[in-house]
């Protein structure tokens, strides 16, 4: 018994101390909110077939959301969520603090009611409170009641629409109306609509966040002044305190978005001016002190108010915008005065507004511990931006820039990004117009070589390399550009290691892999982004070079600057076992430029006769001959030179002259095509001379006859863009007295005036190359006779076609003919054997050990029914095929442009051949695992014959000036005039988060009605 009551106590002391331990960790019990309100979405990556993406594939990213626009699900309890860490559910933090969302801040003139403020955050939490509908009508974002969502008008928010959830992509939209009130009544002013675009491949989502004009224009008195921001907590460091090292990068990061993909041209900032105690008539507002923000005001941005009542503009005061100058109608004394007003970023030295640049926004944050590295990018820059704004959680920021954390690091972020612009119906607004389009891009990896100066003394701000590579998929994509301007060929190479290799390791003795093509591609920094580096696997797996950011390094890759020649050096302690088979993909370039001189010394004695002797001189046969990294091969040629040494007087041993001097020579585009040569006569002076005096000496150079071959390579083309061949002479003669000769030197060099490595003697390339063109198995013939004009474009390009091959194999007509897509099943030939249970295809590694898949170029021609290959980048690209079984909204099959500012512009539903208008899809994308897609599908055979006829005669000539960026275009055919000559037009040019209008007339941004 006493040993029972014994237990009982002990038992007791353990429930108290769980009671007590649970009380201390956050239960997070989904809100009473509709389950419907929120979602969650998982990634793929690491179930999926990306072997060559050079980082992490271990875990993949869980977003969560709700249909208010914040990244939190409560019922799964997930915000961003990878490698175990969630920043903004993070399930050590109690709900109340789970800060993330939007805050919108509004002021317009209504024609009846006069100046108006219309505010509203959807923030899910407010430290207090979470979840819940909207609370409208409220007058203090602060106070009660309490919630994540608030305005001081009316929202209204629709449920959630998902417009695709395929394989690899997921697209959803999230709509609120803000209304504004007035007693009873009730009117629209905006909306703010937001499309994430999750590829479930990367460690990062896409939002899209479109703020457009609802109100009638009849009531709307000018523009409309907004600011909108993103903001949150990010509890990204880990358990307890959860702290972080934060950094904003701001105007610092490139991109080829710039105005020409928005509305709104240039950037602005609002500014809020009080004095409690104003005296006088004229008020000077002020500038935007350390900022490059100045005058003018932007046209009818201010709101003007005298003891919080609002002053009309043209009755109440006047204000010249050029100065910043307020003029009251009446003299003010000790009068509370307010001013609203905006000023533009402005170019210091011109002092003029500035157009949105080619720049981005990045916050990073690094957890504390080392292990994972957040980020929010911006785009375009931003007005208003801090990593530690606590004070302004739910309220607009002006003038607020601030990069790191007052207070010192690490410490919990609270990130906001703000823009402040303007919306107005008016055609007198050529700055603005009815829609904003701001772009946040949320991401989480693994740390990898990210710093922070704050961490310590001698660290510095650096981005990690895992972000930096997603974000340049997004702000600098692989582009149409590229597609025709393409300079690399990729191979694949495979290596056997021996016994002996085996050997010579264990004493010590690295293995060296010479690679068979050059000039290799060496990238310096082997994890970045579009760049063509080589992958090295071995026993499947990928293997990092020393110049990774990992240091458990396992080859390096080196190349001759002068050959061009590379090979993969193994260390010692490296080299796998013999029969270990080493597959190395890599790419070679081909351009080249001639930067180093070209040398000839030609050195004879000639006697001399008499005094006053006049001897003529010619000196013929000299060359150089080199084959170049890329196989051409130059033979420079002295086919005859011709020079005069006299002397009038006697003369002394050792008397000299010397003529220098240099020759100029510059041509540019010569080709020379494959199985023929080049030959150039490059100087035939017959009329000039040069010479000089010296101890009565006369050096004379009167002619000079040089030549140039140039033969390409085997089976290329070579194109000569630039030759430069200025020759530096010096002709040196010097009197030897004991022989009574002239012993004449001649050195001519090729180059820049004969000073070494400062210009091109010649620049060339040969063609880039596409490993593939490829059509479906089970496609039409009209399929294979665009496939036909798209590689003729292409060889008029001067760029290479190596094989073409089929999506899936043909077992019946062709089972040895090429196919590049993985039967993941192998059980049958049919379609569904090449998709695994999610419905993803993937790519073969290679093809027969001798052409590369993965990592290679791809044409793929026929769309998405009728192609494997263009349904696996369909799912990539921003213009695509929407299947209505993986879409809420969408009820028929047809093509979407996603990044449109109003996506069912020139959505199609599918045509038929009779109908009178086609539409067809010409985009590229480069995968994770390296590999470039260049598709041409239209939506019926007959359009993507079309389509295939119109790049080849007109389409690849304006990609050779379209404006980088550009991923996708979309294509009108009319057939309804002469359907056998039909006509085309570009409706849509689409980049990976805006769209934009190329040659003055194709595409445009397209606003949402």
């Known amino acids: 018994m006493k040993n029972r009551k014994k237990l009982v106590s002990i038992i007791g002391i353990i429930t108290i101390t769980l009671a007590f331990i649970a009380s201390m960790i956050p239960i997070h019990v989904a809100a009473t909110d509709p389950s419907e309100w929120y979602m969650t979405v998982n990634g793929v990556l690491d179930t999926d077939y990306y072997a060559l993406y050079p980082f992490e594939k271990d875990d993949h990213l869980r977003v969560g959301f709700s249909k208010y626009g914040e990244l939190i699900d409560p019922n799964t309890g997930t915000g961003l969520n990878y490698s175990g860490r969630d920043p903004f559910a993070n399930e050590g933090v109690n709900m109340k603090y789970w800060l993330n969302g939007w805050v919108l801040d509004a002021r317009y003139v209504h024609r009846s009611y006069g100046a108006r403020h219309l505010w509203a955050f959807a923030m899910f939490a407010d430290m207090v409170s979470y979840g819940g509908e909207w609370i409208n009508n409220a007058t203090d974002p602060y106070g009660a009641p309490h919630g994540g969502r608030k305005t001081n008008g009316a929202a209204e928010t629709e449920n959630i629409t998902v417009l695709y959830d395929g394989p690899r992509r997921f697209v959803a939209r999230l709509v609120t109306h803000l ?14 609509i937001f499309t994430i675009i999750f590829n479930k491949v990367k460690k990062q989502i896409i939002i899209l966040k479109d703020i457009k004009l609802t109100i009638d224009s009849k009531i709307l008195e000018g523009p409309v002044n907004v600011q909108f921001g993103d903001r949150g907590e990010w509890d990204l460091g880990p358990s307890p305190e959860w702290k972080s090292y934060a950094h904003f990068y701001h105007q610092e990061l490139l991109t080829c978005y710039d105005a020409n993909w928005h509305l709104s041209k240039n950037i602005t900032r609002e500014f809020y001016y009080h004095n409690a105690s104003f005296s006088g008539n004229t008020l000077q507002l002020p500038d935007g002190g350390s900022e490059p923000y100045g005058f003018p005001v932007v046209d009818r941005s201010e709101y003007v108010f005298v003891n919080d009542v609002w002053q009309k503009r043209g009755e109440d005061y006047t204000i010249n915008y050029n100065t910043g100058v307020i003029t009251f109608a009446q003299t003010l004394t000790d009068d509370d005065v307010k001013v609203y007003y905006k000023l533009y970023k402005i170019d210091l030295e011109t002092r003029k507004p500035i157009a949105l640049p080619h720049q981005y926004d990045l916050a990073q944050i690094i957890s504390s511990d080392m292990e994972v590295v957040g980020y929010a990018a911006f785009w375009p820059i931003l007005s208003d931006y801090t990593v530690y704004g606590w004070d302004y959680s739910l309220e607009p920021l002006y003038n607020i820039s601030q990069a790191d954390v007052p207070t010192g690091e690490p410490e919990i972020p609270f990130v906001i990004g703000e823009w402040d612009f303007m919306l107005d119906y008016g055609v007198d607004t050529p700055y603005w117009d009815k829609q904003f389009r701001g772009v946040t891009v949320y991401g989480l990896v693994d740390y990898h070589d990210a710093d922070d100066a704050n961490i310590a003394v001698g660290h510095l701000n650096k981005i990690d390399a895992e972000a930096a590579y997603l974000l340049a998929e997004v702000f600098l994509p692989w582009d149409l550009y590229d597609v025709v301007h393409k300079d ?13 290799d085996e050997a010579n390791a264990d004493l010590g003795i690295p293995l060296n892999i010479t690679l068979t093509h ?8 082997w994890e970045s982004y579009c760049t063509f580096s080589e992958r090295v696997l071995w026993n499947g797996e990928l293997k990092y070079p020393l110049r990774s950011v990992y240091t458990n390094y396992d080859y390096e890759l080196y190349v001759n600057g ?3 020649v590379g090979h993969i050096w193994i260390p010692a302690s490296k080299v796998p076992p013999a029969g270990t088979l080493i597959k190395i993909l890599y790419s070679t370039d081909t351009t080249y430029s001639k930067l180093e001189n070209i040398t000839y010394i030609i050195e004879q004695s000639v006697a001399r006769t008499s005094i006053d002797d006049v001897g003529e001189y010619q000196k013929s046969g000299e060359f150089i001959n080199f084959t170049d990294p890329l196989g051409v091969n130059h033979y420079f040629y002295i086919t005859s030179a011709w020079f005069q040494v006299t002397n009038s007087s006697a003369l002394s041993d050792g008397d000299s002259c010397s003529l220098t001097g240099t020759l100029y020579w510059y041509t540019n585009d010569i080709k020379v095509f494959k199985e023929d040569y080049a030959y150039i006569r490059v100087y035939w002076l017959d009329s000039w001379e040069d010479s000089n005096t010296a101890n009565s000496i006369t050096v004379t150079f009167d002619r000079f006859l040089f030549s140039w071959t140039i033969t390409p390579p085997t089976h290329d083309d070579v194109h000569i863009t630039r030759a430069d061949i200025d020759i530096w002479y010096n002709i040196t003669a010097v009197y030897w007295a004991a022989q009574d000769k002239f012993n004449i030197t001649i050195v001519l060099k090729l180059g820049d005036h004969g000073e070494e490595n400062t210009n091109y003697i010649y620049a060339e390339y040969i063609a880039g190359r596409y490993e593939w063109t490829i059509v479906g198995r089970d496609s039409r013939a009209v399929d294979s006779a665009g496939a036909a004009m798209v590689t003729a474009a292409f060889k008029n390009k001067q760029i290479e076609i190596g094989l073409s091959g089929l999506d899936m194999q043909d077992t019946l007509y062709g089972p040895y003919i090429p196919w590049i897509v993985r039967n993941l099943t192998g059980t049958t030939d049919s379609r569904a054997s090449y998709n695994d249970a999610l419905g993803r295809e993937a790519l073969r590694d290679d093809w027969c050990h001798t052409w590369p898949v993965s990592s290679s170029n791809v044409i793929a021609v026929g769309g998405p029914a009728a192609n494997l290959v263009t349904e696996y980048f369909n799912e990539f690209t921003e213009a695509f095929m929407i299947n209505p079984g993986l879409s809420d909204y969408f009820t028929a099959y047809g093509i979407l ?22 539409y067809a899809v010409i985009a590229t994308y480069k995968d ?4 470039v897609g260049f598709l041409i599908w239209g939506w019926t055979g007959q359009d993507t014959y079309y389509a295939c006829k119109f790049f080849h005669e007109e389409i690849i000539y304006q990609l050779q000036e379209f404006p980088y960026c550009a991923t996708s275009i979309m294509l009108k055919i009319d057939y309804s005039v002469d359907p056998e000559h039909p006509d085309f037009s570009i409706v849509e040019v689409l980049g990976t988060i805006s769209e934009t209008t190329a040659h003055l007339v194709k595409g445009g941004i397209h606003p949402d009605p």
């Open 518 to 525: 050059s000039p290799v591609r060496k990238v310096a920094v």
């Open 562 to 564: 002068t050959t061009g």
């Open 897 to 918: 442009p996603l990044t449109c500012w109003n996506y069912l512009n020139n959505f199609t539903e599918g045509n038929s051949v009779s109908d009178p208008y086609g």
């Open 488 to 500: 690399t060929r990729r191979w694949v190479q495979f290596y056997n290691v021996t016994s002996t």
């Open 179 to 192: 209304n504004d009130t007035e007693a009873d009544a009730s009117w629209p002013v905006l909306d703010v």
């Open 928 to 931: 994770i695992n390296g590999t």
